[in-house]
Structures are given as structure tokens and as C-alpha cells.
């Protein structure tokens, strides 16, 4: 296990570099790194661990080789929880067993998705910050905000062109309140010309 291969998943900022060990077909394993970290934190575990599991290393949004959000972007925990989102799917993962350190250990405490974890390693446990009772709406509110976020990402196209008129009309449909006038205003700054329309 002492050699890896280095993988890159497309994100809409660029790419989410990571480590990966044993072989593909293995047991699943995420490995998730603290805060100020990367995936090389792993380099020295992964060796002594059992060598039937495909351990994969990923380097956050920010963090060792991955890309960085976009300038001025926060870095919330969601969006690190949503980064694991994204690599479990590009991974093809349904169920896997997650492992994290320090701050990757802490995102484990909220990962939102419990059905896709099989198992949880947590090195350097502080527990769960959430009272059960409390749990199940905390995860749903907040599922909901990730599942949003990566539906709209999947429907991406290419803005469509439409003339001026279309797209005061447009506007106008979905805005019942604004006048003619007031849609054409807000058009002006709204609204870009391309080649295309």
C-alpha cells in the first residue's frame, strides 16, 4: 500500500485532487484530512491499514492540490461536506466507510448522507455536536440545501440567446409585479449581447 495513484474530480471551480491506495475494487475507504492539512496526511497510516480496501485521500476545495473556490467565496463547512458529496458520486460509491482527522473528523459529525455510510473511523473524536432529538431535522434542512446545489450543477447548459423582446417577455412571465418599462430597466444591466442574440 505503500504506493498510490493520483486522481482529479471535475468540481464548476476547477478540480478536487486526491490520493488513492490499494485496490479499486476494495472496500471502499474516504479518508478525510484536518484543517490546514492534505491528503498526505494519510501517507503514513494508510501503509499499516488492512491491504483489501481502496483507500481514497481527498484534498479539499483549497487544500493540497485541489482547486480553490473562486476569490471572495467563503469556505463553510457545507461546502466541504458537499465536496465529499461530489466525490463519493464521481467514485460511484453507494456505501463506503468514511475516516477523518481533525477537522475531516469534525465534517464526519455532519455528513448528511448516514444511509451512504457503512462505517466511521474518527481519529480524534470530540463526539457529536447534535442532541438526537434534534438530528433529523438539522440533517433534512441541510440535505436539502447540498441535493439543490448539486441538481442545479447536473442541469448546467449553455445560457440560451434570445432577443431583446423574448427576454423582456421572459422576465416579464416570471416577474407578474414589474411593468414593461420596469423589466426593459432592469434588462439594460441584466442582460448581455452576444454574436448570438
Known amino acids: 500500500l505503500g504506493m498510490f495513484a493520483e486522481l482529479k474530480f471535475p468540481v464548476?471551480?476547477?478540480?478536487?485532487?486526491a490520493k488513492a491506495w490499494g485496490p479499486s475494487e476494495g472496500?471502499?475507504?474516504?479518508?478525510?484530512?484536518?484543517?490546514?492539512?492534505?491528503?498526505?496526511?494519510f501517507?503514513?497510516?494508510?501503509p499499516l491499514l488492512p491491504r483489501d480496501c481502496y483507500y481514497v485521500a481527498?484534498?479539499?476545495?483549497?487544500?493540497?492540490?485541489?482547486s480553490h473556490r473562486p476569490a471572495g467565496s467563503p469556505y463553510h463547512f457545507l461546502d466541504y461536506v458537499s465536496d465529499v458529496r461530489r466525490v463519493a458520486a464521481a467514485l460511484q460509491w453507494?456505501?463506503?466507510?468514511?475516516?477523518?482527522?481533525?477537522?475531516?473528523?469534525?465534517?464526519?459529525?455532519f455528513f448528511l448522507y448516514p444511509e451512504m455510510v457503512e462505517k466511521l473511523i474518527l481519529l480524534e473524536?470530540?463526539?457529536?455536536?447534535?442532541?438526537?432529538?434534534?438530528t433529523e431535522a438539522w440533517l433534512k434542512s441541510k440535505r436539502m440545501v447540498i441535493d439543490r446545489l448539486l441538481s442545479l450543477e447536473a442541469k448546467q447548459q449553455t445560457p440560451?440567446?434570445?432577443?431583446?423582446?423574448?427576454?423582456?417577455?421572459?422576465?416579464?412571465?416570471?416577474?407578474?409585479?414589474?411593468?414593461?418599462?420596469g423589466g426593459a430597466i432592469l434588462l439594460q444591466r441584466g442582460a448581455t449581447e452576444t454574436p448570438a442574440g
Open 160 to 181: 440560451k440567446a434570445r432577443s431583446p423582446e423574448a427576454a423582456l417577455q421572459r422576465l416579464l412571465e416570471a416577474n407578474r409585479h414589474l411593468t414593461a418599462e
Open 27 to 41: 472496500h471502499p475507504v474516504l479518508c478525510l484530512h484536518g484543517w490546514l492539512d492534505n491528503a498526505n496526511t
Open 12 to 17: 464548476p471551480w476547477g478540480h478536487v485532487a
Open 94 to 109: 453507494r456505501r463506503f466507510t468514511l475516516m477523518g482527522h481533525s477537522m475531516g473528523k469534525w465534517l464526519l459529525s
Open 43 to 46: 501517507d503514513k497510516l494508510i
Open 58 to 66: 481527498m484534498d479539499f476545495s483549497g487544500h493540497g492540490l485541489s
Open 125 to 134: 473524536n470530540l463526539g457529536f455536536l447534535l442532541a438526537p432529538e434534534d
